[in-house]
T-cell receptor, first 111, second 114 residues
Framework: EDQVTQSPEALRLQEGESSSLNCSYT??????LFWYRQDPGKGPEFLFT???AGEEKEKERLKATLTKKESFLHITAPKPEDSATYLC????????????FGTGTRLQVFP | NAGVTQTPKFRVLKTGQSMTLLCAQD?????MYWYRQDPGMGLRLIHY???????AKGEVPDGYNVSRLKKQNFLLGLESAAPSQTSVYFC?????????????FGSGTRLTVV
């Protein structure tokens, strides 16, 4: 069964304290891995897509990496405005365009 | 460019009542999806559509119906609401040729069934 697991469930960081979020996946064939950011009361907002092991994408303080079993979202010197829930999702080969989501990591960054 | 618009934003239903949630997108996307989001369970796919006039079941379709009569609209119906359908519902759309852009989500509909 295709599955996505995110850890930790929640993470509290001091402003400037770098850390990483994990997304591990078990799929029959990976077509793409997606990262989204979700603010309270809003829909998820697209951040990155990764397609193959070794690929990396960066956007401001965020950097996403991919291996054959997991993806990391590295947050460098976070600011309070980075506080949100970060969702990971996988697209499986032969599964049309559907995404399978993890349960997310709720990040809080304190000044 | 509005993207994906969901109506209504909030709704309270009594058990047994029916309602329709509307999703409209103005990006000419081929694919549209309905997800529900519950605490600790993440986003789960209810139904999806790969084009006008076509729909398919997702992971949790029971108790819901959908229609896609026009390319830009995707309707989600609750036939007889149950408390277990209390959730936040998200509509999303994507394009065949989207490249790296992923889904575009609406802002959600918070539904409470009492």
């Amino acid at each position: 069964e295709d599955q996505v697991t995110q850890s930790p469930e929640a993470l509290r960081l001091q402003e400037g304290e770098s850390s990483s979020l994990n997304c591990s996946y078990t799929v029959s064939g990976l077509r793409g891995l997606f990262w989204y950011r979700q603010d309270p009361g809003k829909g998820p907002e697209f951040l990155f897509t990764l397609y193959s092991a070794g690929e990396e994408k960066e956007k401001e303080r965020l950097k996403a990496t991919l291996t054959k079993k997991e993806s990391f979202l590295h947050i460098t010197a976070p600011k309070p405005e980075d506080s949100a829930t970060y969702l990971c999702a996988v697209q499986v080969v032969g599964n049309t365009d559907k995404l399978i989501f993890g349960t997310g990591t709720r990040l809080q960054v304190f000044p | 460019n509005a993207g994906v618009t969901q109506t209504p934003k909030f709704r309270v239903l009594k058990t047994g009542q029916s309602m329709t949630l509307l999703c409209a997108q103005d990006m000419n996307h081929e694919y549209m999806y309905w997800y529900r989001q519950d605490p600790g369970m993440g986003l789960r796919l209810i139904h999806y559509s790969v084009g006008e006039g076509t729909t398919a079941k997702g992971e949790v379709p029971d108790g819901y119906n959908v229609s896609r009569l026009k390319k830009q609209n995707f309707l989600l119906g609750l036939e007889s609401a149950a408390p277990s359908q209390t959730s936040v519902y998200f509509c999303a759309s994507s394009s065949i040729s989207r490249g790296n852009y992923g889904y575009t989500f609406g802002s959600g509909t918070r539904l409470t069934v009492v």
